[in-house]
């Protein structure tokens, strides 16, 4: 800290324990008038969350005077001989999220209007993020952009055959679909590659967001597919919903149709083919989750864990049967 001339020398260090799991470990960091949130692997995090934290870095520092919310990126540490571990300190951000809130906080439990512009505003944040010159903020190399349609498909069944012992009910269907409707015409972009709700953090007054965390899937791709993850895990019209956080089911929520055309008025992008990236989202997502259930069966997860998020896959796959359905 003192070497790249953060404020409080020879003050010091507070820190205290905010979130964390098997990948990446938040603690709230203090020194005089610094405030901060330090993201750091755990010591039995594989050896390989170590370049996903300076590749985490990398984003939020680009992301550096662009209008998308997010923490600031305040120093890096690459050296794990500091603290065993590569680390960044990030600005700050006080916010409340879904997945530590029980209930609505206020005053989102009374103002409808309010608990309605937290889906505007998250279609709104990642519309910006899809603005963002990759090129010019050194975002290059950070992905393959090419064939990124084209992979998608065999990449997550190779993914699934890793642990796969169950059968998934829709899952040829949607693939063989998918192959052959994927999108011609596309622009690359910054995606964040799992933006949902319970990856941002609301302003405590509003509905503003205030930043979008968890960077660590973030690529260079097509960010319809954030669109289309936000889509897929948002309340549906049935009031369903894939996660259990505090805007899962809810009342009063935009609907799926609001957050497309809020988007669609933040952006230039063709979004004619909106089905096709919500059903790769339920697709990926399924498969994604699903490897929870293998590893509750082997013991490393909790066995009731890995059931509801068997049933939020076989739920993904069914909404994505229903979605192609209606195209049809």
Known sequence: MDDQGLPGRGEPIEHRFLSGGTQNEIYEISRGELRCAMRIPPPSAPAGRDEGIRREWRIIEALTGTDVPHAEAVAVCADPSVLGRAFYLMGFVDGWSPMSQPGWPAPFDADLAARRGLGYQMAEGIALLSKVDWRAKGLHDLGRPDGFHERQVDRWLAFLREY??????????????????????WSPGIMHGDYHAANVMFSRTGPDVVAIVDWEMCTIGDPLLDLGWLLATWRQDDGSSVFGHALGGQDGLASTDDLLERYAANTTRDLSQMTWYTVLACFKLGIVIEGTLARACAGKAEKEVGDQLHAATVHLFERALGLIDKEA
């Not at 059968?167 to 269907?173: D, F, R, S």
């Open 164 to 185: 796969q012992f169950r059968e998934l009910p829709g899952l040829e269907e949607a693939s063989g679909w998918l192959r052959t409707h994927r999108p011609r015409h």
